[in-house]
């Protein structure tokens, strides 16, 4: 199965600072990647996504980046708030290859602490 | 987006029982999953449930120990069986975003603690 590698495991940001967190993979057939929000308590949230042939897409201030080549893809959060205080998992979408259609593999999580 | 609702939202178990975990969509989907997320850890995918036939178990996990049904597009369920205080988790079901054959959504996520 996919191997997915996710870093930092705990990230400290001062509010309006910005917060990048890095995910790299292993399956170069691999073409989906969803970030999830998971709040104290929660279920996880889809909060964006991209596909690999495109290079970076933007949601307010969220937007992640995908760099096919080098098998990794990054979120970055500007202007950071309290509110984004959460675990973030970076996850990829198995390829489709029958069996594992629909099958996410999810990175080890994310605690992104913003400090007012 | 479908409303997916779990039951019971939790529990505490004695050792040696089992719990029946139900996972309702508001809406017919083509894809159902159930997965483990163990304290403070990442979510770990225990199967997929498939309508009309049985359930496909990931690595290191199995049927007599987590059966599954799903008798048909809208209702799952997952058993945890014999349980232990290691099955002490958040076990979530999830599906397939029907305006997406990609996008996954999960359910509130089942709480429970082994005694």
């Known amino acids: 199965g996919e191997n997915v590698e996710q870093h930092p495991s705990t990230l400290s940001v001062q509010e309006g600072d910005s917060a990048v967190i890095k995910c790299t993979y292993s399956?170069?057939?691999?073409?989906?990647f969803p970030w999830y929000k998971q709040e104290l308590g929660k279920r996880p949230q889809l909060i964006i996504d991209i596909r690999s042939n495109v290079g970076e897409k933007k949601d307010q201030r969220i937007a992640v980046t995908l760099n096919k080549t080098a098998k990794h893809f990054s979120l970055h959060i500007t202007e950071t708030q309290p509110e984004d205080s959460a675990v973030y998992f970076c996850?990829?979408?198995?390829?489709?290859?029958?069996?594992?259609?629909?099958?996410?593999?999810f990175g080890r999580g994310t605690q992104l602490t913003v400090w007012p | 987006s479908a409303v997916i609702s779990q039951k019971p939202s939790r529990d505490i178990c004695q050792r040696g029982t089992s719990l029946t975990i139900q996972c309702q969509v508001d809406s017919q989907v083509t894809m159902m999953f159930w997965y483990r997320q163990q304290p403070g850890q990442s979510l770990t995918l225990i199967a997929t449930a498939n309508q009309g036939s049985e359930a496909t178990y990931e690595s290191g996990f199995v049927i007599d120990k987590f059966p599954i049904s799903r008798p048909n597009l809208t209702f799952s369920t997952l058993t945890v069986s014999n349980m232990s205080p290691e099955d002490s988790s958040i076990y979530l079901c999830s599906i397939l975003g029907t305006s997406s054959s990609e996008t996954q959504y999960f359910g509130p996520g089942t709480r429970l603690l082994v005694l």
């Open positions: 399956d170069s057939a691999s073409n989906y």
């Open positions: 996850t990829i979408g198995a390829p489709n290859r029958g069996s594992t259609l629909g099958r996410l593999y």
